[in-house]
């Protein structure tokens, strides 16, 4: 304080000056901490629509591109390893194609077993065959002595016996061998539900196992063990909120973009819309969106692209909508009708 002159006061000197200089370094801390605000080019396109639905009335829906047969997911009716794998993704397929096998031994072995018994059957159809042609010709001759006394009863019906004996054998002989046969048909049942086949004729769009693995039908988990469908043509799934689903019109066709590429725009064509209005599964991740709404899905078919759409991507879509008059029209042709 020695340093300080005697009439030196702290609040009405140093006290502003401290505070001048705090200000001057917020500032200073401020101005260096703004965040850019320099205008740059959007990192991925709007969707808009062009040609005709450029100016017209239209309704906007986002979608996924799916297969036209929609994806279909193989299983297997059989548990067992997995010793045979004969598709990879990209591979397109004919209906009943083999995709995959799992382990046969122990059908092959049932089925091994099954034509034992089959040729043991045969074989005591043949032995009771022979008894029962050698009873019944044992029995004729004793009926055909004329003599009562040659023969004694007892004889007679000690053949009989025999005879019927060699009966009941070929029966059940036949009926073992109904049984085998039935047991190897089953086998070779069974030996050809080990081989899954395509269902349809298409792409493989998903392989998830692999040679080893064992498999269950009982599932295990949600991924599938293989997935394909009809990707010629390819399909896309529209999702239109439900306030907007009356001013859609049904039966144009609907200008469709690539998500992230609005300039290569293509003409889709319609195929149905789905009857049932659903809760909103397919989401685009945009900050408003909203998912607490109910769609109605449009499927619209795709041109050939070369490649510019693929099973799964994400799309945006533009449909013309219903103009004022086409009420007015379907009301006019109600009352004609009428």
């Given at each position: 304080?020695?340093?300080?002159?005697?009439?030196?006061?702290?609040?009405?000197?140093a006290l502003p000056v401290i505070a001048v200089i705090g200000l001057v370094l917020a500032v200073i801390f401020i101005w260096n901490g703004l965040p850019d605000r320099q205008l740059e080019e959007p990192e991925r396109e709007p969707p808009r629509a062009t040609g005709d639905l450029a100016n017209a009335a239209r309704v906007a829906g986002a979608g996924v591109v799916e297969p036209s047969s929609e994806t279909i997911q193989i299983g297997t009716a059989l548990s067992g390893l997995v010793t045979d794998l004969r598709v990879q993704?990209?591979?397109?397929?004919?209906?009943?194609?083999?995709?995959?096998?799992?382990?046969?031994r122990a059908i092959r072995a049932q089925l091994q077993q099954a034509n034992a018994s089959i040729g043991e059957a045969r074989a005591t159809i043949a032995e009771a065959q022979t008894a029962?042609?050698?009873?019944?010709?044992?029995?004729?001759?004793y009926r055909n002595v004329d003599d009562p006394a040659a023969v004694s009863q007892s004889?007679?019906?000690?053949?009989?016996?025999?005879?019927?004996?060699?009966?009941?054998?070929?029966?059940?002989?036949?009926a073992r061998l109904d049984a085998a046969q039935a047991l190897a048909g089953s086998a070779r049942t069974e030996l050809g539900r080990a081989t899954v086949r395509a269902p349809i004729a298409g792409e493989i769009l998903a392989v998830n196992i692999r040679p080893g693995e064992f498999l269950s039908t009982m599932g295990g988990g949600s991924t599938p063990f293989i997935e394909m469908g009809e990707t010629r043509p390819l399909h896309i799934r529209v999702d239109i909120d439900e306030e907007q689903a009356p001013r859609v019109a049904m039966g144009e066709p609907a200008i469709v973009s690539p998500r992230g590429a609005a300039d290569r725009q293509v003409e889709a064509t319609f195929v149905r819309?789905?009857?049932?209005?659903?809760?909103?599964?397919?989401?685009?991740?945009?900050?408003?969106?909203?998912?607490?709404?109910r769609v109605l899905q449009v499927i619209y078919q795709l041109p050939e692209t070369d490649g510019l759409f693929r099973v799964g991507q994400q799309i945006d879509a533009f449909i013309p909508a219903k103009t004022n008059s086409e009420p007015a029209k379907a009301s006019s042709q109600a009352e004609q009708g009428e």
């Amino acid at each position: 304080m020695a340093l300080l002159p005697e009439n030196f006061s702290f609040s009405r000197k140093a006290l502003p000056v401290i505070a001048v200089i705090g200000l001057v370094l917020a500032v200073i801390f401020i101005w260096n901490g703004l965040p850019d605000r320099q205008l740059e080019e959007p990192e991925r396109e709007p969707p808009r629509a062009t040609g005709d639905l450029a100016n017209a009335a239209r309704v906007a829906g986002a979608g996924v591109v799916e297969p036209s047969s929609e994806t279909i997911q193989i299983g297997t009716a059989l548990s067992g390893l997995v010793t045979d794998l004969r598709v990879q993704p990209g591979d397109f397929v004919e209906k009943g194609q083999p995709l995959f096998t799992v382990d046969t031994r122990a059908i092959r072995a049932q089925l091994q077993q099954a034509n034992a018994s089959i040729g043991e059957a045969r074989a005591t159809i043949a032995e009771a065959q022979t008894a029962q042609a050698t009873a019944s010709r044992q029995l004729a001759l004793y009926r055909n002595v004329d003599d009562p006394a040659a023969v004694s009863q007892s004889e007679v019906i000690r053949a009989e016996g025999e005879a019927s004996a060699a009966r009941t054998r070929l029966q059940l002989a036949r009926a073992r061998l109904d049984a085998a046969q039935a047991l190897a048909g089953s086998a070779r049942t069974e030996l050809g539900r080990a081989t899954v086949r395509a269902p349809i004729a298409g792409e493989i769009l998903a392989v998830n196992i692999r040679p080893g693995e064992f498999l269950s039908t009982m599932g295990g988990g949600s991924t599938p063990f293989i997935e394909m469908g009809e990707t010629r043509p390819l399909h896309i799934r529209v999702d239109i909120d439900e306030e907007q689903a009356p001013r859609v019109a049904m039966g144009e066709p609907a200008i469709v973009s690539p998500r992230g590429a609005a300039d290569r725009q293509v003409e889709a064509t319609f195929v149905r819309a789905e009857p049932l209005v659903v809760p909103k599964r397919s989401l685009t991740n945009s900050a408003s969106e909203r998912v607490d709404v109910r769609v109605l899905q449009v499927i619209y078919q795709l041109p050939e692209t070369d490649g510019l759409f693929r099973v799964g991507q994400q799309i945006d879509a533009f449909i013309p909508a219903k103009t004022n008059s086409e009420p007015a029209k379907a009301s006019s042709q109600a009352e004609q009708g009428e």
